[in-house]
Nanobody, 128 residues
Framework: QVQLAESGGGLVQPGGSLRLSCATS????????IAWFRQAPGKEREEVSC????????YHADSVRGRFTISRDLAKNTVYLQMNSLKPEDTAVYYC?????????????????????WGQGTQVTVSS
């Protein structure tokens, strides 16, 4: 069955970096769109970054563009979110999610309704 497992979260000072990993299993990563979402207490869930099936389309939210980078390693069945220049407002639980969306669909789905499978999340706290 499809499984996603996030790791790499933690406490970091403002301006610091973290790399989140999403280990996947039970499906062919290249055939699925995959996204990183985050949710802070009292705030709506936000789609941070995503990559389409086939890797032809990548999206980053305005709030993280230029600081965060999504990538994937098909050999390791793992998706990464490199987060640089972290700010306190980046504090949230980060989730990876996936769905069997065709490459023509892209990956942008801010509500997350098209994403069928979700990991358990990893906490990122940016604080001095």
């Amino acid at each position: 069955q499809v499984q996603l497992a996030e790791s790499g979260g933690g406490l970091v000072q403002p301006g610091g970096s973290l790399r989140l990993s999403c280990a996947t299993s039970g499906f062919t990563l290249d055939l699925y769109a995959i996204a990183w979402f985050r949710q802070a207490p009292g705030k709506e869930r936000e789609e941070v970054s995503c990559i389409s099936s086939g890797g032809g389309s990548i999206y980053h939210a305005d709030s993280v563009r230029g600081r965060f980078t999504i990538s994937r390693d098909l050999a390791k069945n793992t998706v990464y979110l490199q987060m640089n220049s972290l700010k306190p407002e980046d504090t949230a639980v980060y989730y990876c999610a996936t769905a069997a969306l065709g490459p023509g669909y892209g990956c942008y789905d801010p509500a997350g309704y098209e994403y069928d499978y979700w990991g358990q999340g990893t906490q990122v706290t940016v604080s001095s």
